[in-house]
Structures are given as C-alpha cells and as structure tokens.
C-alpha cells in the first residue's frame, strides 16, 4: 500500500469495556504501523484517543430505539459518503458499507433462543415488536446490498446462520476469530489464587465458577445459578444487570444466596479469572464472547452452550463442556465435572493451549490481507 488509504469503522457507541470495541480497539492498534489513516465514525466516544486515529462524531438527535438506529445508520452514511473513504467496516446494520462485522450474531437467530425463555404470548409478540422488526429488515437490507464485499464473523456458527438466512456467497464470508494476550492473560499460582479468594470471601479449597457478562438474561445467569444450586460449588457473578435483584432472589430461593457472589461490573477482570477453577457461560445466544479466550488463557476449562459460537474452541471433557442453555442436569454434571485447580489442572492447561494461536498478531494479519484484498 504506497498512498494512505482510508479506513473507517463505524461504531454506533464505542465503550472500551464492550466485546465489539475491544475487537475495534485491537484491529486498530495493530494497523496503525500499516499504510492506513484510521478514521471511526461513532455517536460517541469513550475510549482513549490515539494520536494518528480522526474521531467522527455522528450525533443525530433520537426519540426512541427506531429513531436512534435509524438516524445514526442515515447520518453515518452521509458522512461515510461525502468522505469518500477507501473501506467503511461497520459494526451496525447499515445497507452500503464494503464489510459488515456481524459481531451480534443474526438478530432473527437471537429471538428464537429468546423466545424459548418467555410466555408463550410474549415469545410470539417478539417476532413483531416494531423494534425487532426494524433490526431484522435493515440486516436483510444490509446483506442484499450490492456495496457489500465482505463479512467478517468471528464463529463459523454465524456464518452458517448468515448463509443459510440471508444466501450470502459463502466465499464472501471470512472467519476471524477474536485474538487474545496469554502474556497477559494467564493461570494464578496457588498462593495469588488463596489470596485472592480470601479477598472474595471464599473458602480456600471450594471448587469455584466464575460468570462473566451483562445482560444476565441473554448470557445465562438463571441456568448458570440453577446449576450450582444443589452443589457445593461457589458462583463469581461478574457484570452487571438493571434487574440484579430478581436474580439475587433466585439465587436466594434456590437456596445458595450464600454461595454467589454479585461483584458488579469489572474494569479488570483478570483477578477473578485467577481466583476460579472454571468458567460458566450457559448463555442463550452469544457469536463469540471474549471471555471465553480470557478465561482459557488463564487455564479455566470452560462449560458454555451450543448456540455460543465459542463452544468451537471446546472439545468436550477435554478442556470443556458444551451443552444445550437450558439443560439444567447437564449443566450440573458439567459443573461437577470441573476440579479444584490445585487438585487437578489437566482440563485447565488443555484450553490455554487451545487458545495459544489466537494471537493479537494472528487477528491483524488476516485483516490486513482482508483489506488488501479489496483494495487491491
């Protein structure tokens, strides 16, 4: 690439704590040595600003969900229009953009699993609540675009979902995994995980499950305390939810108030990684959350569900268990089938070394050959 092209990823909020950002944020800092200027359209903007990165500010006024995508998927197309930038990737649904990272999955997909949760009149509501209807048309709409040149989704899940929903050319569609820093990322030794138990209020030789996540509802937390309810394991609840309380309850009827700890949203979640023998994510729809890769690189094996499109990085009983969100005996043998750390860390070590090879370096050359592609 001899003249700087010019590369724009649209955001709608970027948040530095959020899976998709974190995705922005890495795939940035590893092309920012490439011959690219880097521009982010966005509503507004948390993270911290590198030097060499142009800041879009695309704040139309909203009235409520429709308006506010709808009014942020016209103004960010004017913008990205009268720009004339080289490749627009976006991260929302906005027909005419050159690469769509389907980073949420299909949205029609996320309702089905939804609606298994809800009353059936509710369940049968969704499907035409003005909202999703909306969502789903754009995404329609995205996809039969013909500036569309490439997808990136990071589980083969998705692109299954995305060839089989909408016929996109499955040569258009390219995996690329979420990467993650082991040297960062990596299994406490016994005295750190003590200590850091004893901070957490937990008993120094329980087997503990960690649930990392916001949006309790959609990640799994009610199967996830249904599971540990009639055990002697201990719960880790990291993130956080509007409706806490309700499933504070559940954990309270369930009768294992005294073994879930609801430690709140994390800026650093490392510690708590450390101080668990496995990760619980029995979540109801999920393309690939990066807590998986966290928790594998910090040795945890990790129990998940079949409609997580991390569930591919799991061989089951080897580093892992996978299993339907709602199979609350399966669940609980998984749960039992997790050893203490400092007994037995065979399963644990099994999934760092899975995840050895999704490597920062490995997530930015298979973008920049992406890019290079269409470019060129």
């Not at 040149?149 to 909408?166: L, S």
């Not at 996540?213 to 199967?223: P, Q």
């Not at 569930?311 to 609980?332: P, T």
Request: glycine share 6%; with cysteine.
């Amino acid at each position: 690439m001899t003249k700087k092209h010019r590369l724009a990823i649209v955001r709608q909020k970027y948040r530095p704590d959020g899976g998709a950002e974190r995705f922005v944020s890495r795939a940035l800092s590893a092309l920012s040595n490439q011959d690219l200027e880097l521009n982010v359209i966005t509503r507004q903007w948390q993270g911290e600003k590198q030097d060499d990165w142009h800041i879009h500010i695309c704040n139309p006024q909203k009235w409520g969900r429709i308006s506010r995508e709808r009014g942020f998927a016209n103004a960010a197309r004017q913008l990205w229009q009268a720009e004339q930038f080289d490749i627009v990737q976006s991260h929302e649904r906005i027909p005419g953009c050159d690469i769509y990272r389907a980073g949420d999955g299909v949205h029609r997909r996320w309702l089905l699993q939804r609606q298994r949760i809800l009353p059936g009149w509710r369940g049968k509501l969704l499907m035409h609540d003005r909202y999703h209807r909306y969502v789903m048309e754009a995404e329609k709409a995205m996809y039969q675009a013909p500036e569309l040149k490439a997808v990136i989704c990071n589980a083969t899940m998705i692109k299954n979902e995305i060839i089989e929903d909408f016929g996109v050319d499955a040569k258009k569609i390219h995996v690329i995994y979420n990467s993650i820093d082991s040297s960062r990322f990596v299994p406490a030794q016994n005295v750190k995980r003590s200590a850091l138990r004893q901070q957490l209020g937990v008993p120094h030789d329980a087997v503990v499950l960690c649930f990392v996540g916001s949006g309790f509802e959609r990640k799994g937390l009610a199967a996830a305390i249904k599971a540990i309810a009639h055990t002697d394991r201990y719960l880790l609840v990291v993130g956080q939810d509007k409706d806490e309380k309700r499933y504070r309850d559940l954990a309270q009827s369930e009768g294992c108030r005294d073994r879930v700890r609801f430690c709140g949203v994390q800026k650093e979640t490392l510690s708590f990684y450390q101080a668990s023998d496995g990760l619980l994510l029995p979540t109801l729809y999920d393309p690939f959350p990066n807590v998986i890769l966290e928790a594998m690189a910090c040795g945890l094996p990790v129990i998940t569900s079949n409609t997580c499109g991390g569930a591919e990085f799991i061989e089951q009983g080897r580093n892992g268990f996978v299993c339907d969100a709602l199979d609350i005996s399966r669940l609980k043998e998984a749960v039992m089938a997790i050893p203490a750390q400092d007994k037995d860390n065979e399963l644990g070590m099994a999934a760092r070394h899975k995840v050895k090879d999704a490597t920062p370096e490995r997530l930015s050359s298979q973008l920049i050959s992406l890019y290079k592609t269409l470019l060129d």
